[in-house]
């Protein structure tokens, strides 16, 4: 048999060629390459072993026509189009523990150094000009530490915080009551943490609701004298506007691990008052490049020698007898998990999963596991089928598997209902003909559609004239409807619209249909 052959890409600890070899694998080491280069090259591998230089575009995987999975030696994965690389069959897995106490320590290094200006201060001192009267610093202890995000590494720099005698405030959705006591945090609204924080840290993975999350509003209304460490991920904050900010004084300091456009080599922020920056090392320890290196290549080489799966992030863990019959049932699950998650508003406390008919005899962990998956995946880099029952535990969200099989209008069903503090919501779905996974229930109302890339949902008055005025708004911007799903609780009451379209929606457009006679939602939706 011919050994599987890896690509390391990007700059790994040496530690990972070795296993790669240990354990049956060829490996070139080859970084620093051009997209074009790498697309040139990517058709011989089998396994592609990446931080986060390389992006993994649509480009590179419809070249890379042997490759089986693509290893993140890290967590953030939004350098791999994942949902391009799911449809090509390539498993995307990171590795997302082993670098969390290096980037949690960095985002905590940088307050220190705002705190005491330590960056200037130690240019100014090595240029000879003693510059002691120049650098006034604020201490720590006693003021609020504000988190944006408390996974994993959010709750490790809580927990650093704590022990440098801060307060420590968190925003997240996914964070629980009981969770935020148990990491010794106070929960708080966005508003609230940018109202009461001195030092503000963000810890979420980017995401279409984390992009731009300290937009320029956001900075302008923040609490005077704020500062801002960001080890996360550039998209997070509005560049300009922060550059704004420190100019004007509103904000006290500013220090990014990261940015909006990497490798930074002209950043606007450069040369701003009270600004200190680090070129993405949040991850760059000895320890942790060790970590991710060695579980990147024990993860990818098993999955390549022995069909393996780990920490993946497109797919379940399932033995091969099960596999085939639940296939169809993880794609519903994963799909109706993931529209509760969009269209359910408000904290999230509660999630029931229940099979009828056919779907009540099968394994419920891997549907369960994918429903979680589905829902939890837009907060998080590091969720996968297998982690999100665990994670969904952690954060305190009570997860119960009701089984059915009382005869229904289906002979298969599969029902998820969220509680969130503003009430019951619950979307229904079965396979036609045993494979195709189909929605047949949105909050109540009967339906039948696809859920699948980008889609409109719509709820509004059952008027007449109410569809041809969508149609033909949607056609005055060139915007392709795929299909057209239509449902209703009772002739003239509430009505729903599901339209799948052939591209994402610009928010105006969004905005523009919520304006139209009789609308009461409007809502983008991916899949
Ligand atoms: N600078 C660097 O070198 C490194 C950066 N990172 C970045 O850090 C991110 C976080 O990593 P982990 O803590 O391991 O991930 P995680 O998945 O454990 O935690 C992310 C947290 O963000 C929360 N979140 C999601 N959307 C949110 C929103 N709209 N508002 C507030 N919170 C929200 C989630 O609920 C979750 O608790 C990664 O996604 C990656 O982008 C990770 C490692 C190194
Ligand atoms: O693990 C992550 O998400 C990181 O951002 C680390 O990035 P790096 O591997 O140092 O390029």
């Known amino acids: 048999m011919t050994k599987p052959k890896v690509l390391i890409s990007d700059k790994m600890d040496p530690n990972a060629a070795r296993i790669f070899e240990e354990r049956g694998c060829e490996v070139d080491v080859i970084t620093g390459e051009t997209p074009e280069e790498l697309k040139a090259r990517i058709g011989e591998y089998h396994g592609l072993a990446i931080r986060s230089s390389t992006t993994v575009t649509r480009e590179i995987l419809d070249a890379a026509t042997n490759l089986k999975v693509i290893g993140r030696a890290g967590i953030g994965v939004d350098n791999v189009d994942i949902p391009y690389a799911s449809g090509k069959g390539v498993v995307v897995m990171n590795t997302p523990f082993g670098n969390s106490i290096t980037t949690a320590e960095h985002a905590i290094a940088l307050m220190m150094a705002l705190a005491r200006q330590i960056p200037a201060a130690n240019t100014g001192t090595q240029a000879g000009q003693w510059p002691k009267k120049d650098f006034m610093g604020v201490e720590v202890t006693g003021k609020t530490f504000g988190l944006i995000g408390a996974g994993n590494i959010g709750s490790i720099a809580a927990s650093r915080a704590i022990g440098l005698r801060m307060k420590v405030i968190a925003y997240d959705p996914f964070l629980t009551e009981d969770r935020a006591i148990e990491i010794g945090v106070e929960k708080v609204d966005l508003d609230t943490l940018l109202q009461r924080a001195d030092f503000v840290s963000l810890h979420t993975p980017l995401t279409d609701e984390t992009r731009n999350i300290l937009s320029r509003e956001r ?59 680090t070129p993405h090392l949040g991850a760059s320890t000895t320890e942790a490049q060790v970590n991710v290196a060695l579980q990147v290549a024990e993860q990818l080489s098993d999955y390549l020698v022995n069909g393996g799966v780990t920490n993946a992030l497109n797919m379940p863990s399932l033995s091969a007898e099960e596999a085939p019959k639940l296939k169809p ?199």
Request: negative net charge.
């Open 219 to 277: 900075l302008e209304g923040a609490r005077p004298g704020i500062r801002i460490i960001n080890c996360a991920r550039g998209g997070l904050i509005d560049e300009a506007a922060l550059k704004d900010c420190l100019e004007s004084g509103h904000v006290a300091g500013a220090a990014l691990d990261v940015f909006a456009q990497e490798p930074a080599k002209d950043n606007p922020l450069f040369g701003a008052p009270n600004f200190i920056c």
């Open 329 to 527: 049932y993880m794609a519903l699950a994963e799909g109706l998990g993931s529209l509760v998650g969009q269209l359910a508003h408000g904290n999230l406390t509660k999630i029931s999963i229940e099979r009828e008919g056919a779907a009540s005899e099968l394994n419920g962990k891997p549907i369960t596991g994918a429903v979680l998956a589905g829902l939890m995946r837009r907060y998080s880099d590091t969720v996968n089928m297998v982690n999100a029952p665990f994670l969904a535990k952690e954060r305190g969200l009570e997860v119960s598997e009701i089984r059915q099989n009382r005869d229904g209008a289906f002979n298969t069903l599969i029902r998820v209902s969220v509680e969130t503090d503003q009430g019951t919501r619950s979307v229904a779905g079965t396979l036609f003909g045993n494979e195709a996974p189909r929605l047949v229930e949105i909050f109540g109302i009967g339906i039948e559609a696809e859920l699948k890339g980008h889609m409109l949902y719509i709820v509004n008055d059952d008027k007449p004239g109410f569809i041809g005025r969508i149609g033909t708004m949607l056609g005055n911007h060139g915007i392709n409807i795929g299909t057209f799903n239509l449902g209703r609780r009772d002739a003239g009451g509430e009505a729903v619209l599901l339209l799948s379209l052939d591209e994402a929606l610009d928010p105006a457009i969004v905005a523009e249909a919520e304006a139209l006679e009789g609308v009461k939602m409007v809502k983008g939706l991916a899949f």
